[in-house]
């Protein structure tokens, strides 16, 4: 195996690691973050404090894990990708990918956040519907008693949770490859643009933090840099997340709307919740994004995947 060739596989498990980390420790905040912009008209949960208690209380703690077995097992390849894939952007667009040129940086973001789709969407759309599941339960406070439409693909329904093995094989047998990919476009009006901002921040953040000596920064400076650039570019994005999120739900409240496309969705949202309404789950998602690109930026600094392939030398 080559030096560059082992260089590209230490990446992708630096991505994988990162990725498994992260979404362990914060898809708490995520679910409550999905649940929040889900809310439509009258609220049930204030904030996501109140969310997560009640999601605790009615679902117990693994409820708000619900949903967690899809990203923990696609997190791998997708943050290997969007990792990968902006270095490898980088190298392309820059001599070496270090000297700073922040028209190419944007540029290399762009092309990260196009690639990582390919995962992020039918991830996303999968993950929402279990994020989803017990919010409309709780309004009414009972299992017994749903007040929303039955969930259906095709000829099936069914008022039971399902897995994400069913919601996935409905889609496929049904709508083909291309149910997996609802939302698509709202996915890459989100990506894009937050790569675009998150990349080029965290390079120049970190590098205020170079060391001669070392030849990087410290650990705790990427840490750092991973953070604050992470939750910046997700609030910034957050209007886009909420699109998104309103589009990929499948199964809908009684007085919920269904969506045509992004035009449509932010129309009624802005006729029927007001401006405000773009930035629900704002907090929720910086509390998610930021971790998770601190702990990202922190295993590439450790370079984990670099140790792992020593280990097979």
């Known amino acids: ?69 899809v990203n923990l097992t696609l997190v791998t390849p997708e943050k290997a990708i969007k990792l990968a894939a902006n270095d490898f952007f980088r190298q392309l667009l820059m001599e070496d990918g270090m000297q700073r040129n922040l028209k ?26 279990l994020q989803d599941a017990g919010r409309l339960v709780h309004h009414h406070g009972s299992a017994s008693a749903p007040a929303f439409r039955s969930y259906t693909i095709g000829s099936a329904s069914t008022h ?27 996915t890459l009006l989100r990506d894009i643009p937050f790569s675009i901002i998150y990349f080029p921040l965290f390079a120049n953040l970190n590098n205020l933090g170079f060391n001669e000596l070392t030849g990087k920064a410290s650990f705790v400076h990427s840490f750092m ?21 309103r589009i990929q739900t499948l199964k809908k409240g009684l007085v919920e709307d269904n969506y045509s496309g992004i035009t449509d969705c932010a129309r009624k949202l802005w006729i029927q919740e007001g401006p405000s309404a773009f930035m629900k789950g704002a907090g929720c998602r910086a509390l998610v994004i930021a971790p998770l690109f601190g702990i990202a930026q922190g295993v590439y600094f450790i370079g984990i995947g670099e140790h792992i392939l020593k280990c097979f030398e």
């Open 225 to 245: 840099s991973g953070c604050v650039a992470g939750s910046i570019a997700a609030v910034i994005v957050t209007p886009l997340d909420v699109l998104k999120t």
């Open 160 to 186: 039971k949770c399902p897995s994400a093995t069913v919601i996935a094989w409905e889609l496929l047998r049904t709508q083909g490859l291309a149910g997996l990919y609802k939302g698509l476009g709202a």
């Open 1 to 69: 195996m080559s030096k560059q060739d082992l260089s590209v596989t230490a990446k992708l498990i630096n991505g994988g690691v990162a990725g498994l980390l992260g979404v362990t420790c914060v898809f708490p905040i995520d679910l409550a973050k999905t649940r929040l912009q889900n809310q439509h008209g009258k609220d049930i949960y204030k904030g996501m404090i109140d969310c997560l208690m009640k999601t605790a209380r009615v679902e117990g703690f693994l409820g708000m894990y619900r949903g967690a077995a």
């Open 104 to 129: 190419m940086e944007m540029l290399a973001g762009c092309g990260a956040g196009m690639c990582q789709v390919v995962v992020t969407c039918p991830m996303e759309m999968l993950k929402i519907q």
